[in-house]
């Protein structure tokens, strides 16, 4: 399996069209990270860009990620990428929450490209 992550400064980025770049880790069956690979983001606007088609094409079907647009969230959803939004922290910290089945989509996306942070919601 294949998890990107929106990234800047190995945070995971606010934004995910305008972060500095894409962290997409590799799991084996067994849940445990076999690989780690940084992917430079386009610029611009990630439901503009190609880069749902690029992270499919490397076999990326999850992406964890701060807030996006309802564009974005369909183009990655069409390129049979589930994605998790509301989600902030430390990348890693994020995957490993995500792996453990800790995370789950805050439903909420942003309407505007305006400011604001979430927490990923927690599964009990």
Known sequence: MKIAVPTKMDSIDDHFGHC???TVFETDNNRVVIGRERVDSPQGCGCKSE???LLAKMGVT???AGNMGNGALSKLNASGIEVIRGCSGGVEEALYRYLNGDLSDS???CSSHGEGGHTC????
């Open 20 to 22: 500095e770049y894409y």
């Open 51 to 53: 880069i749902a088609s």
């Open 62 to 64: 999850v992406m964890i």
């Open 107 to 109: 439903g909420a996306g």
């Open 121 to 124: 919601s927690h599964n009990h």
